[in-house]
Every structure is written in structure tokens, then in C-alpha cells.
């Protein structure tokens, strides 16, 4: 029998049989029919699914798809020309920036106009907080805009002057002149920066408005969401720092001697043999700003000053005990003893102030090494000052920067004679370098010379001490002034002072491990590893063969700053008994080893920290940047997990998850 069909069969005339035909059974027919009847009531509802689905997709097209895509592609128009707008800012070309602003401007309030049409997507659940995102960007890059056009209208007339690419309206007098011209000029410039201040408020207003949480990283990738969340801390990181440091704008032309002489004492720090607050001073100079005319005053070793100075102190334990003095006495020289460089600039005053020749001042800033080698680098790689010439080319005696032997073989090399002030070359090497920046064209060397100042400031090469409580402050704000800070979560700032009397840290390298070790309860254990290598010959250090001694032994006075309360576990590595005690708001772990030529020396310190973290939740970590120290290798562990290596240029913030 075949599915569904019974044969028939019939009988021939002679007996036999054939089949004639199959018809279905009536059951079965009647499961025939219904199936068929079924499928004719199917077939009219999917089609009606089918015709209802393409009718929503084409109002989907014309109501959605299409001005979507004509947002999307002003969008994309829009962002092609602030990328246009951003490289002629980077170029400096001040012309070029406010042409491509303008252009800039229009292309977004086109795409803000193409964004208002689908006004009704405030109306659908999920798509009204995508419009409404996209309404706080428009809005907050329109108020972005409007504060760069307010830097630009300052800027434009005074490009000549500023070194800016442009046609300012400042062209002839000498560079004094010029200068004099900018000073005078930035009163009428400063009170525009109220506000600049105000159109951040207004960015960072529309910022935060924008939910990142909007923009899950399984939907939309991890960018978007990211790229929020960057925008914000940016826009808020950027406020906080115009609001903070707007006292210290305000003040620059005060400080430049606008209305009056201004004297700023300024103290060199050999970072080559590193001390706590940057390194040993070794020379100083005294420079008048009037109306923007700068005049070196002074200019002179540290050594005479200190020789000035009657009933000294005894000198701190620590130079006792490391530096091996002769004459325990506390000298200038060796004041900045603390890693915070406002506390050892309120001793320096004291000392300086018993000194008989002692000069009232404006304010201290100190300078180290990487600002005259990245200066000369800048101002044609070469400067001529004490009938030397000065270059930021490697010198082979000392596989080091020339115009670093230069200074060192004047100042350090032992003779057979009496040397007299042989440190005021440093003062004679800065007032050519000045001399060389304000005789040229302002666009030859201005703006790297500014670009330069603004990064070194950045990385603790140059610091501030003023006078004025109202420009420090905004200083301090700008972290221009080698604070130790307090901060809220974990905090690290390694501390290394060279009492060699060599300059070891040319050739010293410095590695910093960082591992969290988190229980189940919380408790956090930390163990913080220190890798230091010198990897290069020892100098001759004989003082009867007049050896200059460069690379020798480097005896370090090792002090690790972290959160108050923390408590030591273990320690290996330090020469002497690791000390324990609070300064600055912190614990202090205090020991001391010695790092040689031609070899490395490991120090690890292992400490809980005073609190516990919470389930869930992060820990925000700052880690301090010594003034003076180059570019040290750090490299964060989070139970067992590498989270983040980097190079330490400046204070960092992290926030481990």
C-alpha cells in the first residue's frame, strides 16, 4: 500500500489480476484537506506580516534612515574640518585656525539643524536618549568653539609678537620692544579669560549630561562609551585647571614687571647628582623683569653665598650620616632636603635671609639641567657664552650632552690652582641663552621656546615659589610648584638623594614594580620593587690625576613617601635599618643603598595599606614624580595581572578597576 493511497485490485477473465487504479482512502482525504485548508490560513496572515513589516521599513527609510544618514554625513563633514581646525593649531598658524574655526562653525550648526528634524525621536522610548545625547554634544561642541574664537581674537593681533604664524599688527622695534609691547598688551588680554571660564562651565554642563551608559560595549563596541567617558573627565579636568590657575593669568603681566621691577632669584639644581628637591645646588643668578626687559643681575656659585652665612646650624642627621661631612654645618646648598619643594624653599629664605648678601626678591625659581640642554637644542642646537661654545651633541669623553662636560669640567674638575666663582658660568651660559631668544624674530624660537617651558614646567624641570599668594596659587594649581599632594586611595613617591658627590645618576637607570595583592576581605598588601642599573665604565676619580669624576659609586638615601597609616611588613636591599616615620601627611619608609658602575643593586619593600577595598569597587592610585628624575620605568601588577607599564614624566593618576 502506498502512503495514503489503497490499491485496488481486479480480477481478468482468466483468473489474474491488475491494478486499475489508487484513490485515498477517506480518512486519509479528509487530513488532506484540512492540512490544505490550514495552510490557506497561514499563508494570508504572513502576508499580511510581510506587507504591514515592508510599509514600516519604507517610513523607516524616509522618517529615520534617510535623515539619519544626512546627520551622519554633516557629522563626518564637520569633524573632517575641526581636524583641519586642530592641525592649524598645532602648526600655530593663527590665520589658518580662525578660517578653518569658521568653517568649522558652519559645517556644525548644519548638522545641529539636520539633528532638530528628527525632533520627533524625543517621543520613542530608547530613541529619545540618543537624540537627547546628541543635542547635548551639538550644544557643548558650539560652546567649545566659542571658547577657542575668544582665544583666537585675542591672539590674532599679536601673532607677530607671540611668534605665531599670522599678520599681526606688531612688526618693527627691537625684540625688547616687542616684549615690552607683549607685557603691556596682556592686561587687555587677561579678563577675557572670565570668559573662557564661562563657556567651559557650559561645555562641561552639556558634557555630563551625555550617559555614557547609553553605550553598552556589547552593542556599540567599547569606543563610544569610552570615548564619553574621556570627553568628560578632559572637559572637567580642563575647567578645573583654567578656574584654578585663572589667578596666576590674571597676574602675569604684574609678575612681568608691569607696573614695577620684578626680581626673581633663580637657584640651579644639578639633577645629575640628584637630591631630594630635584638636585644639588650648585649656582644662582638674580634676573629684573621691567615692562618685559630682562636683565641678569647676579650670577654666581652657590659657595661664596654660603661662606656669607654666619653661625650656621648643625647640619640634619642624614647629611651626617650619609654625606660624611667634615664640617657638620647646614649649608644652602644642601637645603632642599624635603621632596616638596615649597618647604624647602621656606628654608632656603631662612638661610639666605642671615646671608650678607642677601637680596630681596620676587619669588625662587629653580631650573635644572634638561632646561638648558632642551633650550640649546631649541635655539639652533648650539649657544656661545664664557668663550665656550655650548652644544646639546653627545660628547664622547662623557657619553653626555657637550654643554654638560663643558659645565661640569669648569666647575667640578679639581685643579691645582684656586678657583674663584667657578660656578657663574651657569648664570653667564642662561643670560646668553636669553640674550639668543630675545635678539631673534619671535617666530624663529617663541613658540617651541614656550611649548618647551610648558612641558618642562609639566614634568618638574622648572619650579615656582612667588611671592604673590594670588599667581602662586594658581601655579600651585597647574602643579608648577613640586608639591607633595594629598590624595584619596592609594599614593606612591619614591625619593632618591646621591650623596656621592658625583653625578652617578647620568648613567643610573631606575625601575619602580608596583603589585597589589587583594584578600577576600579587602586587605590590600603591596609590594613596591626597585630596580637600579648602571650599565656604564667608572670616570677616573683620582684627585691627584685632576680626574673628572662623573660615574663613581652612587650612595642613595632612599625614602619611600606612601598612604599615612600604612604598615611595614618586610623589606630587602637597604644597607642600614629601614626607619619608619610620618612627614608630609605620609608614612615614610627610610633606608639606603649603593649602586655602583657596572652593576645593579634591588630594593623591595612589602606594606599593607591602612585601608581595605571595598567588593566591587576600584582604587584610585597618584603616584609623585621626583623633581629632576627622567623618565623612570614603572609598571603596575593587580593580583597577578600587569594593568598598566609607563614611563613616569609627570605625576600620575590611575584608577585601578
Not at 660624611?324 to 644642601?334: A, E, Y
Not at 643670560?431 to 617666530?443: E, M, V, Y
Request: charged content about 20%; some cysteine.
Amino acid at each position: 500500500m502506498m502512503d495514503g493511497f489503497q490499491k485496488i485490485e481486479l480480477k481478468n477473465q482468466d483468473g489474474g489480476s491488475k491494478t486499475v487504479v489508487a484513490q485515498p482512502n477517506v480518512s486519509e482525504k479528509n487530513t488532506m484537506k484540512t492540512k490544505r485548508n490550514k495552510s490557506k490560513k497561514l499563508v494570508k496572515p504572513i502576508a499580511t506580516v510581510v506587507t504591514v513589516l515592508a510599509v514600516i521599513a519604507l517610513i523607516l527609510v524616509f522618517i529615520l534612515v534617510i535623515p539619519l544618514q544626512k546627520v551622519l554625513a554633516s557629522a563626518k563633514q564637520t569633524e573632517a574640518q575641526l581636524k583641519v581646525f586642530e592641525t592649524a593649531v598645532k602648526s600655530q598658524n593663527i590665520d589658518e585656525a580662525d578660517q578653518a574655526l569658521q568653517t568649522s562653525k558652519t559645517d556644525l550648526a548644519d548638522t545641529q539643524k539636520k539633528l532638530n528634524a528628527l525632533g520627533y525621536l524625543q517621543f520613542i522610548p530608547i530613541a529619545a536618549w540618543y537624540y537627547a545625547d546628541g543635542q547635548h554634544a551639538m550644544k557643548a561642541g558650539a560652546y567649545g568653539l566659542d571658547t577657542a574664537q575668544v582665544v583666537i581674537n585675542d591672539l590674532k593681533p599679536y601673532a607677530d609678537l607671540l611668534g605665531l604664524q599670522g599678520k599681526g599688527t606688531f612688526t618693527g622695534g627691537t625684540a625688547q620692544q616687542r616684549i615690552a609691547t607683549a607685557v603691556l598688551t596682556l592686561g587687555k588680554i587677561t579678563p577675557d579669560i572670565g570668559s573662557i571660564s564661562d563657556q567651559l562651565d557650559k561645555v562641561q554642563t552639556e558634557i555630563d549630561a551625555i550617559n555614557q551608559n547609553h553605550y553598552p560595549s556589547w552593542l556599540f563596541g567599547k569606543k563610544i562609551g569610552s570615548s564619553i567617558a574621556q570627553a568628560k573627565t578632559l572637559v572637567d579636568e580642563s575647567v578645573v585647571g583654567v578656574n584654578q590657575a585663572r589667578p596666576f593669568i590674571t597676574e602675569l603681566p604684574v609678575l612681568l614687571g608691569e607696573n614695577s621691577p620684578q626680581k626673581y632669584f633663580i637657584i640651579f639644581q644639578n639633577d645629575k647628582e640628584l637630591r631630594p628637591g630635584g638636585g644639588f645646588i650648585t649656582g644662582y643668578s638674580i634676573f629684573q623683569f621691567d615692562k618685559g626687559a630682562i636683565t641678569p643681575e647676579t650670577s654666581a656659585d652657590i659657595y661664596p653665598l654660603d661662606d656669607s652665612i654666619a653661625n650656621k646650624p648643625a647640619a640634619p642627621a642624614p647629611l651626617v650620616k650619609y654625606l660624611h661631612l667634615t664640617n657638620p654645618v647646614f649649608n644652602l646648598r644642601d637645603s632642599n632636603l624635603s621632596p616638596d619643594y615649597l618647604t624647602n624653599i621656606d628654608l632656603f629664605k631662612q638661610m639666605y635671609a642671615k646671608s650678607s648678601g642677601y637680596e630681596a626678591v620676587d619669588g625662587y625659581i629653580a631650573i635644572d639641567t634638561d632646561v638648558l640642554i632642551t633650550t640649546i637644542g631649541i635655539l639652533d642646537h648650539q649657544i656661545y657664552a664664557g668663550g665656550i661654545n655650548f652644544t646639546d651633541a653627545t660628547d664622547p669623553h662623557c657619553d653626555c650632552p657637550q654643554a654638560l662636560y663643558q659645565l661640569e669640567n669648569d666647575i667640578s674638575r679639581p685643579v691645582n690652582y684656586q678657583r674663584t666663582n667657578r660656578k657663574s658660568l651657569l648664570g653667564v651660559l642662561l643670560s646668553a641663552i636669553l640674550q639668543k631668544s630675545l635678539q631673534s624674530s619671535p617666530k624663529k624660537y617663541w613658540p617651541q621656546l614656550f611649548q618647551a617651558m610648558v612641558t618642562l614646567t609639566a614634568q618638574k624641570h622648572i619650579l615656582f615659589a612667588l611671592n604673590d599668594t594670588d599667581a602662586q596659587k594658581g601655579l600651585e594649581a597647574l602643579n608648577a610648584a613640586g608639591q607633595i599632594k594629598p590624595f584619596d586611595g592609594d599614593y606612591l613617591s619614591i625619593n632618591d638623594a646621591n650623596f656621592g658627590g658625583n653625578k652617578a645618576n647620568l648613567y643610573t637607570t631606575e625601575a619602580v614594580t608596583n603589585q597589589y595583592d587583594v584578600a577576600s576581605d579587602g586587605t590590600i598588601t603591596k609590594t613596591v620593587t626597585l630596580q637600579y642599573a648602571n650599565n656604564h665604565a667608572p670616570s677616573d676619580c683620582s684627585l691627584a690625576d685632576g680626574g673628572l669624576c662623573l660615574n663613581a659609586p652612587l650612595r642613595d638615601w632612599l625614602r619611600i613617601y606612601v598612604p599615612k597609616g600604612s604598615t611595614l611588613v618586610s623589606n630587602t636591599g637597604s644597607e642600614v635599618k629601614m626607619t619608619t616615620y610620618d612627614e608630609l601627611d605620609k608614612t615614610v619608609f627610610d633606608g639606603f643603598l649603593t649602586i655602583r658602575p657596572l652593576s645593579k643593586a634591588t630594593y623591595s619593600v612589602v606594606y599593607k595599606l591602612p585601608f581595605k577595598l571595598k567588593s566591587g569597587s576600584s582604587l584610585p592610585m597618584l603616584i609623585q614624580k621626583q623633581a629632576g628624575t627622567y623618565d623612570n620605568q614603572y609598571t603596575v601588577i593587580y593580583n597577578n595581572n600587569t594593568v598598566a607599564t609607563f614611563p613616569l614624566l609627570t605625576d600620575k593618576t590611575l584608577d585601578l578597576k
